[in-house]
């Protein structure tokens, strides 16, 4: 029955401080951190990851990452879903504070399942509005990449190898349908 | 800089049992829970919950709620998804869960965003393998519906209501798409 570790930052309860324990809530049917003197239940679920493959004059807007995990890798601009916004909303802040780009959304492009994160990422299709971009504080720059200068050995994560391909091999085709796959770990 | 009221479960550091206390953390924009003593950041973001519609023989399969919220309404079967499985895998595993039904999983149907509290919903298309169903632990009944017998005045969440009309319309029409929405807060 100890499947599930404690952690190092799951060690008290957030409510009242006493010492987390592993245990099946009645009810329930897997272990969850438990509060041993409160009725409090420390849950762990997928986080979601949203982001955009921006298109302008049929080129690609890439980042590269002034941050760990993958620093100095490409990415497209993605991060975490905050409280208070839509998938769509969260792509766009996202691309407005990775790439400092304003952009017009289209349909959802991407689901992509990375389990071993225990993260969703959601990619849409967007238009960059006005041209203008510059790298935000967690990118060391941001560059327009037409299809053949895109960096395919050097992109931070499988999940935007993935959205990347599919926008445009679906753009190719003239269709645009949602795709959905389970992202393997990283080598 | 007080727009996020500490919560009653948002007390302590689970890391080292301090204080927490609302602060922007360097390089981020936004107030988070911040631990007192230790550089513990304790983050709120949405989570996911997944569900089906599941049919058989022209029938679509829904579950009263034996819990709260909404007791006693119908649903689709459909809960928080879990670390360790994909989108598909949570929807199946709901199933199972609350209507003890095996099912076949087809494509993603629907995605609401649920802005008010904090979530997301995913639901796919879904056929009962062999017919076999019944209420699960958090289910006072479970039972197969005609289109014209669904209750739709006593359905438990508008994104369940969003889910069925979207099945059904495309049914009708011999088309699955993905419909994305965002649900406005009950009444």
Known sequence: MTEKPLGADQQH????????KMEIPVGDNRLR??????DYIFYENPTLVVGAVTEYEGRILL???????RHGLWTLPAGFMELGETLAEGAARETLEE??????????????????????????????IDGAYAAGDESLE???FSPAEIP???IAFPS??????????????????LHTERAERIR
Chains 1, 2 share one sequence.
């Open 142 to 144: 941001a560059e327009l």
């Open 13 to 20: 309860c957030p409510k009242c401080a006493a010492n987390l």
């Open 152 to 154: 395919w050995d050097e």
């Open 33 to 38: 951190y438990v509060c041993s003197a409160c």
């Open 99 to 128: 790439a400092c780009a304003n952009i017009e959304l289209g349909s959802m492009l991407a689901i992509v399942d990375v389990v071993h994160a225990g993260q969703v990422h959601v990619f849409f299709r967007a238009k960059l």
């Open 63 to 69: 980042c590269k990452r002034a941050i760990e995990p």
């Open 160 to 177: 935007c190898t993935i959205a990347l391909q599919q926008y445009l091999q679906q753009k190719a085709a003239g269709i645009e349908t």
